[in-house]
């Protein structure tokens, strides 16, 4: 499948191979001092049972069956592969009906989260405009296209219902050349009357929930803005739905290749290394792995620690290479290009920095701008 | 070994597209006091290979002096800080502003001295290497009396060429590579390919040397020859194109490169016309390239 994709004003076409991995050998969870811990050393688990909950009240749960095996802060679940799982009592057949109360308390019953805060917490607030970005912020994701495209009707239906019963504005925001996605939306869009869409171009950076805000709905606040994406929308869809926690989350995966990434389907908790060996068998041992932005050069030195979390959207598995700066030749590229028009130069980073690293991408002496040794 | 992600090495190219863009120069400044002053007689065909000798040993002391500065000096690992340098570049263009005679060689040590100089202070000011090198030059000359830009050819000729279209060819007397208003654009053209060139720079600076310039025309009482002659005998063209976009000694931020401009065409067309000092624009570079901190500093009032 290709995905037409724009970069720097670089427009490119993208081979994506979609890929399951929904049976890993195990799923871990790692535990934060204050974690109320559910589980005891060799406990059976079902999928969906709870396993822990952190002081903020998110909660996480078992997304493969099996055996507890408690260590160094960490809770394993050894995957027995029977694919045991808890089936609520509350499911519903529609979602059409639910009250404002009723979509509160499984939100908040559940404890799920979005960008590691609790989303019944959003959704109590005094938000005018509800904006759900269907597009993968950073570059080279396509986690939220794949998300929505898989769920389209369950997604807009969720939309609608949170406009409605939140009483407030509600787009949704596709990418211009998603045309799977968006001429999906638009051959049904009509029966969704409280769902405005607006299909812009997935620039990196200026997708970002900063830069949309100014630059199409000036006319809210900033705080005035639920800003959700695909998978906390299928979150609050599947809470409200099914009365569980969603077990599976899709992560991009890009080998060096600009023109080629794979998006994988697993669980969370997966271990990441587990994945890469067994569904792409490619050996990393010997490559530079950087995690949901190469441009912020932000190294993963051991890939066999990292498990599948919300904060772990992509991987990207470059040659390995010595980076060496030479010195900076003051062309004032990093300037021009800043999103935000900071001067990436200063010795002092200015805190409106939305840390996107196109200034590191762009920069012909290889220097790490938004690094602290600068 | 299969290149890596970020092996670009794009400093290396933009240092390639720079010195392509100085060929043009470097071969007709050959041509102009070398080979034309040998046919006619005022110089032996082995003393006119100078003009090609010279650039060249030019650009290999930079890299011996560069080498002995990272690898020495800062005991670097690699060889990244000195093939991305951009100071052979820079050396070359210091030798393009000298002037066609006798103490064309004692050039080389001066222009290795401010190299060493300039590594030492260039943490702390933002200096035109260039322009600096060029005020320099023209003091020492003056001092020692031999102010004298004209080749040997050009001394023994009774009049001066002063016909603007000539002059545009690069005909005039002047500095080795300044004098080709024509060269100078082609090699503007080529550095236009060069995504990290300041481009702005020449074109913002020479619309306020022209409304200046003008606006002299008309209120001044200096002829429109007059004015297109002073133009090209002070080798603005030049200057704006290589010394004035120099990237080291220039603003950053866009706002501030278009007043930087401003300010230097304007206070260059003063110079020329008005003053009649055509090494006031390289001294209008070299102020200007200090104030570069200020002129960063417009990008919030100009509301970026």
Request: glycine residues 6%; neutral net charge; proline residues 3%.
């Amino acid at each position: 499948m290709k995905l037409t994709y724009k970069f720097n004003n670089d427009e490119k076409r993208i081979d994506i191979e979609r890929l399951d991995y929904l049976t890993p050998n195990s799923t871990e969870i790692y535990v934060r001092e204050g974690d109320t811990i559910y589980v005891k050393d060799n406990d059976y688990l079902y999928i969906n049972q709870l396993i822990k909950e952190s002081t903020s009240g998110i909660k996480s749960y078992a997304t493969v069956s099996g055996n507890v095996e408690l260590e160094n802060g960490i809770i394993k679940v050894n995957n027995d592969k029977s694919d045991s799982s808890f089936v609520s009592e509350e499911a519903l057949d529609d979602i059409k009906d639910v009250k404002k109360e009723e979509i509160i308390k499984r939100c908040e019953s559940l404890g799920i989260d979005y960008e590691n805060k609790l989303i019944v917490n959003k959704l109590k607030g005094n938000s005018r405009l509800l904006i759900v970005n269907a597009m993968d912020v950073e570059p080279y994701q396509f986690n939220n296209n794949y998300l929505f495209q898989d769920n389209v009707k369950e997604l807009l239906e969720t939309i609608e219902l949170l406009a409605k019963r939140f009483n407030i504005d509600a787009y949704l925001l596709l990418n211009k050349y998603d045309d799977n996605n968006v001429n999906a939306v638009k051959g049904v869009i009509n029966n969704y009357q409280d769902v405005n869409l607006k299909v812009i171009e997935d620039v990196f950076p200026y997708n970002t929930n900063q830069i949309v805000a100014k630059k199409f709905f000036k006319e809210y606040k900033y705080g005035d803005i639920l800003f959700l994406d695909s998978f906390a929308l299928y979150k609050i869809y599947f809470a409200i739905k099914n009365g569980l926690p969603v077990s599976e989350r899709y992560i991009t995966v890009n080998l060096g290749d600009p023109n080629k990434a794979y998006v994988i389907k697993t669980k969370y908790g997966a271990n990441v290394g587990e994945i890469i060996k067994e569904i792409i068998k490619i050996d990393y041992s010997d490559r530079d792995i950087y995690l949901n932005n190469f441009m912020r050069r932000v190294k993963c030195d051991n890939l066999d620690s990292l498990i599948v979390t919300d904060n772990i959207k992509s991987i990207f598995i470059f040659p390995k290479e010595n980076i060496v700066p030479s010195k900076c030749i003051k062309c004032g590229k990093c300037v021009d290009i800043c999103p935000v028009g900071i001067n990436p130069l200063a010795p002092k980073l200015d805190s409106s920095c939305i840390r996107c690293g196109l200034c590191n991408f762009v920069c012909p002496a290889n220097i790490n701008l938004i690094s602290k040794e600068k | 070994m299969k290149k890596g992600f970020f092996s670009k090495n794009k400093v290396l190219g933009i240092n390639m597209l720079y010195v392509l863009s100085v060929l043009p120069l470097i071969i007709y400044g050959f041509y102009k006091n070398g080979i034309l002053v040998y046919q006619n007689g005022f110089m032996s065909l082995f003393l006119s290979l100078q003009y090609l000798v010279i650039p060249i040993i030019i650009i290999a002391l930079s890299y011996v002096f560069e080498i002995y500065y990272y690898m020495g000096i800062k005991k670097e690992e690699g060889t990244s800080s000195v093939v991305n340098s951009i100071i052979p570049y820079i050396n070359v263009l210091c030798y393009l502003v000298c002037a066609p005679n006798d103490y064309l060689w004692l050039t080389i040590p001066l222009i290795v001295i401010l190299d060493i100089l300039i590594k030492f202070i260039d943490k702390y000011v933002t200096i035109n290497q260039i322009a600096l090198f060029k005020c320099l030059l023209v003091g020492i000359m003056t001092l020692i009396g031999n102010l004298e830009y004209a080749n040997l050819y050009e001394a023994s000729l009774t009049t001066q060429v002063t016909e603007p279209s000539l002059l545009f060819l690069g005909n005039g007397i002047g500095a080795i590579g300044t004098t080709s208003t024509l060269c100078a654009l082609i090699g503007y053209i080529i550095l236009l390919f060069n995504s990290y060139y300041k481009k702005e720079i020449p074109i913002v600076a020479f619309i306020g040397y022209a409304i200046v310039s003008v606006i002299i025309y008309f209120v001044g009482g200096l002829s429109f020859n007059d004015i297109l002659v002073n133009t090209f005998n002070s080798g603005i063209i030049f200057a704006l194109v290589y010394v004035a976009s120099l990237s080291t000694a220039t603003p950053v931020v866009r706002s501030g490169r278009i007043i930087y401009s401003l300010v230097l065409g304007v206070l260059g067309a003063v110079m020329v016309n008005i003053l009649k000092l055509n090494i006031g624009v390289y001294i209008v570079i070299l102020v200007l390239g200090l104030l570069t901190p200020l002129f960063d500093k417009f990008k919030l009032s100009l509301g970026e």
